[in-house]
């Protein structure tokens, strides 16, 4: 069973705006932590974004201002609104979610983390990762 599913990644120019969604299977959403990461090649996933259960939100300076985390209950469903690109931004994109707290791993200090799959492994839930692509 596919437990998160990101989509709409895909090929903007710099100044352009994308909005990913990462639909969550229920029992993975909502509990402790929801978040994105991103990664590029010869690079640890860097955390974008991050939303507790009570809506806080926090952000990587790089993405402060111009992109938005964001969740729909009734959908289940985990948002990333990005405006402004740059061709920096270029990535794949990941949705994350934890089910529960993990002193080493805060939901706050998801933004300024450098992380692999292997090192969350058996804490966090991921996505496929979609593909953003930013011209200049």
């Known amino acids: 069973q596919v437990q998160l599913a990101e989509s709409g990644g895909g090929t903007v120019r710099a100044g352009g705006s994308l909005t990913l969604s990462c639909a969550m299977a229920?029992?993975?959403?909502?509990?402790?932590?929801m978040g994105w990461f991103r990664h590029t090649p010869g690079k640890e996933r860097e955390g974008v974004a991050a939303?507790?259960?009570?809506?806080?939100?926090g952000y990587v300076d790089s993405v402060k201002g111009r992109f938005t985390i964001s969740q729909d209950n009734a959908k289940s469903t985990l948002y990333l609104r990005m405006n402004s690109l740059i061709p920096e931004d270029t990535a794949v994109y990941y949705c994350?979610?934890?089910?529960?707290?993990?002193?080493?791993?805060?939901?706050?200090?998801?933004?300024?983390?450098?992380?692999?799959?292997?090192?969350?492994?058996?804490?966090?839930?991921w996505g496929q990762g979609t593909q953003v692509t930013v011209s200049s």
């Open positions: 994350a979610a934890a089910l529960i707290y993990n002193s080493n791993m805060p939901c706050w200090l998801w933004p300024r983390l450098q992380v692999t799959e292997e090192s969350t492994d058996g804490y966090l839930f």
């Open positions: 229920e029992h993975t959403y909502n509990k402790y932590c």
């Open positions: 939303i507790y259960r009570e809506g806080k939100t």
